[in-house]
């Protein structure tokens, strides 16, 4: 007789043994036309994917940030992969002895890509867009803490008072109370054109051709967005670093795999990222050279917690407990990947490796479940209440085959789990609270400064909730670690927020997969150890014959 673990183990792997003996041919994607036209020989062609939007302030997926990256500016940037601050349109900036306010020096001779000049009135208009009574959502946590931004937002002041110009092209911030993330949140505030965007109403301004065609003032200009099949961008190049050694980047989406294993054997696309199953015979190809990167992104469930299937903790955790994960990474990603337990990456100083974990472990699972008074009906399924626990998990075809291995171990615990497969702009709009009532969720670390991480999903109030958690404990050691006096007690903070986050549940993590990048051996790029640092990189790909 085998266990209940050994059971949902042997059944997973004949699962997956049934999908993989199968050979799937697919077609090659079929670009339109113009991402179809032939390449000069400074044009390169990669799999990137599409963005949410590109109205800076607004996104809210990962791959707009790595996009930012090719086409935008803040005052201050990250330096990759470290995540430290320094500059880029503010050339230098000192801080006050009480650490509120911050003074920038701006570079001089900055262009949009429109060519006017780029000046301190851009960054006050930024700031005061996003804190507009009209623009849609609560102000952000890190503009909040700006001095008069809060008056402002509620009408009670027509400019916010903490945001000043000064001569010889400064521009002084200054804040209700010291903040140890406020230059890293800077760090994700691109600047916006004020002439472009001064007489768009905030509440329309999502919804204006700026967010698909946006003007900004980094090293590519965005030529075209065609829907389902990608963005072309174009070399700027008054780009105040220097034009880019590149004329065009093409960056075709191709969300299929198999597709995109093609298209990069194919010469179809220079530049992509590949999966566990051929990633080796790439490594072993002269045409091609290969970086394993470090995990970006880390993968997990989130749920409506204000569902009553989900508003017991208990639950959650059982949820957690049934899932044998490394089962999942030795087949699925051929051990390309390892098990996720939190928001922040493991190579962040934020992160903190003593956090609560819900490992694989069936019987506690069923113990945890029969707690929470979800009882085994005589189909499998448990019940509590006249209700089934059964419910639906929202993902998209990325994630498809992901959702699918945790069936038959959710299942093993009594749990019924069915997998609608959406695409990728369904699945945002239904990441809300009410709306729906699980979703294969992934966060992408080095994009936004980790402290941010964690805000995004745990502060409240959140400008979208997906999960409808609060906790005031939570809320007050956010304000803690913002006032921190030192590297140490931050840490001590963002510990043991971690740590009440991850007893309570919220998400039930799951993997990290390493990013396998492949590019051909045509294109030119640097060694890297994030996606986002090689987007940073961008200016200095180039092509060779």
Request: proline residues 6%; aromatic residues 10%; positive net charge.
């Amino acid at each position: 007789m085998f266990s209940d673990a050994e059971v949902s183990r042997r059944n997973f792997l004949r699962m997956v043994a049934g999908a993989t003996g199968a050979g799937l041919m697919l077609p090659l994607a079929r670009p339109s036309d113009l991402l179809a036209a032939p390449a000069r020989a400074s044009q390169a062609v990669i799999n990137l994917g599409e963005p949410d939007t590109l109205f800076s302030g607004a996104s809210r997926s990962a791959l707009a940030g790595f996009i930012f990256n090719f086409i935008g500016n803040g005052l201050v940037r990250f330096r990759h992969p470290d995540m430290d601050v320094v500059a880029d349109l503010a050339e230098s900036w000192t801080v006050s002895p009480d650490a509120k306010t911050y003074t920038f020096t701006l570079r001089r001779g900055v262009r949009w890509q429109d060519g006017e000049p780029f000046t301190a009135q851009d960054v006050k208009f930024t700031f005061e867009l996003w804190a507009h009574p009209e623009w849609p959502g609560p102000l952000a946590a890190n503009i909040a803490t700006i001095q008069g931004a809060q008056a402002y937002k509620e009408k009670q002041a027509t400019e916010i008072s903490g945001v000043k110009i000064l001569a010889g092209q400064r521009i002084q911030i200054t804040l209700i109370e010291p903040s140890a993330v406020f230059l890293a949140a800077l760090a994700l505030a691109i600047t916006l054109p004020r002439h472009l965007l001064k007489d768009v109403p905030p509440a329309d301004a999502q919804k204006h051709p700026f967010a698909r065609k946006p003007v900004y003032t980094g090293p590519f200009m965005v030529d075209s967005w065609r829907t389902g099949e990608g963005l072309t961008l174009n070399a700027f190049p008054n780009y105040f670093r220097g034009r880019p050694k590149l004329d065009t980047i093409v960056g075709r989406n191709i969300p299929d795999p198999a597709a995109a294993q093609a298209e990069l054997r194919a010469g179809g696309v220079q530049l992509g990222t590949t999966d566990p199953d051929h990633y080796d015979s790439f490594a072993r190809d002269a045409a091609f050279k290969t970086q394993t990167l470090a995990g970006g992104g880390g993968w997990f469930l989130q749920f409506d917690l204000t569902n009553p299937l989900f508003s017991d903790r208990r639950v959650r955790q059982a949820i957690s407990h049934a899932i044998d994960r490394k089962t999942i990474i030795d087949t699925v990603f051929r051990g390309k990947a390892e098990a996720n337990f939190s928001i922040p990456s493991p190579l962040s100083w934020l992160f903190n490796p003593k956090i609560s974990r819900f490992d694989f472990n069936v019987d506690r699972a069923k113990a945890l479940l029969d707690e929470a008074g979800w009882k085994v009906g005589s189909d499998g399924i448990r019940g509590r209440d006249g209700r089934r626990l059964d419910f639906s998990l929202n993902c998209t075809a990325r994630t498809r085959d992901w959702a699918v291995s945790l069936q038959p171990f959710l299942k093993s615990v009594g749990i019924n789990m069915k997998v609608d497969v959406v695409e990728f702009g369904t699945w945002i709009q239904r990441l809300r609270v009410g709306v729906h009532e699980a979703s294969f969720g992934g966060w992408f670390n080095f994009i936004i400064d980790p402290r941010a991480d964690l805000q995004a999903h745990f502060l409240s109030p959140r400008p979208v909730d997906a999960s409808g958690y609060r906790n005031d404990r939570v809320d007050r050691l956010f304000k803690q670690a913002r006032t921190a006096t030192d590297r140490t007690q931050e840490k001590r903070i963002y510990d043991e927020i971690q740590e009440v986050t991850a007893r309570d549940a919220v998400y039930v993590y799951l993997w990290r997969p390493q990013d396998l990048l492949v590019a051909r051996n045509t294109l030119v790029i640097p060694e890297v150890k994030t996606q986002s640092e090689l987007y940073q990189s961008a200016p200095r790909w180039e092509l060779r014959a």
